[in-house]
């Protein structure tokens, strides 16, 4: 009975000791902005890819969750989601079908929110470079819009300013041109 009481007591003690991601933060309006943006225009299926934000607190206190929202621009009245599109198909069990499939995201960036990474703490003038690396799985045309906030609940709001933007993005339906050369290293071909 006793270790029964022991393992209870450090289960207890265990659960819900994080503390919340959204824990002190601020309400009001800060700036923060979008220093700059890359993500390629043209794509081939199953090509590598980056998108890359750059973020900067432009405030002079410092933020502790300044975040981004990456999200696909929806069809048909569907909610938007990240790197995809949701279908109306109701034989799906998720309706979210890829456009992109999702191979990492910004180190340490996960938070509760699917679409929203977080950029973490940052300074007075400071600014961090978030990364998402993907590979491209459906075929056509598509715009990607991201944004940064000062928080994670909506407590905070980004004041005006460069805090948003977008890609048009077309994804060719032939894989990446390349080819297997005698010393057995593959060599792709350069994309137009």
Same mark, same amino acid.
């Given at each position: 009975?006793?270790r ?12 819900? %000791? %994080? ?9 009001g309006?800060?700036k923060v902005q979008i220093?700059?943006a890359?993500f390629p225009?043209?794509?081939h ?5 980056q998108?890359?934000v ?5 405030d002079?206190e410092t933020?502790r969750?300044?975040a ?5 621009? /929806?069809?048909e009245?569907?909610?938007a989601?990240?790197?995809?599109q949701r ?5 799906l069990a998720d ?5 992109w499939?999702?191979?990492?995201g910004p180190v ?5 929110t ?5 950029a973490g703490?940052l ?9 998402w690396?993907?590979?491209?799985s459906r ?5 990607v819009?991201y944004r ?5 609940t909506?407590?905070a709001?980004?004041a005006q300013g460069d ?11 032939? /894989? ?14 350069a994309?137009?």
């Amino acid at each position: 009975m006793r270790r029964a009481v022991i393992v209870l007591a450090v289960l207890a003690t265990g659960c819900g %000791a %994080a503390e919340r991601q959204d824990a002190d933060e601020p309400s009001g309006e800060f700036k923060v902005q979008i220093v700059s943006a890359t993500f390629p225009k043209r794509q081939h299926i199953a090509e590598s890819v980056q998108l890359r934000v750059r973020v900067k607190n432009a405030d002079d206190e410092t933020l502790r969750n300044v975040a981004v929202t990456v999200e696909t621009k /929806p069809v048909e009245g569907n909610a938007a989601i990240s790197f995809g599109q949701r279908s109306n198909d109701p034989a799906l069990a998720d309706s979210g079908r890829p456009i992109w499939v999702l191979d990492a995201g910004p180190v340490g960036g996960d938070v509760v929110t699917v679409n929203t990474w977080s950029a973490g703490t940052l300074g007075p003038g400071e600014s961090k470079v978030l990364v998402w690396k993907l590979v491209a799985s459906r075929a056509g045309r598509f715009t990607v819009d991201y944004r940064v906030s000062p928080g994670l609940t909506g407590r905070a709001t980004a004041a005006q300013g460069d805090t948003s933007g977008s890609f048009d993005v077309t994804i060719a339906d032939l /894989p990446v041109p390349a080819r297997v050369g005698a010393d057995g290293r593959v060599t792709r071909a350069a994309l137009r």
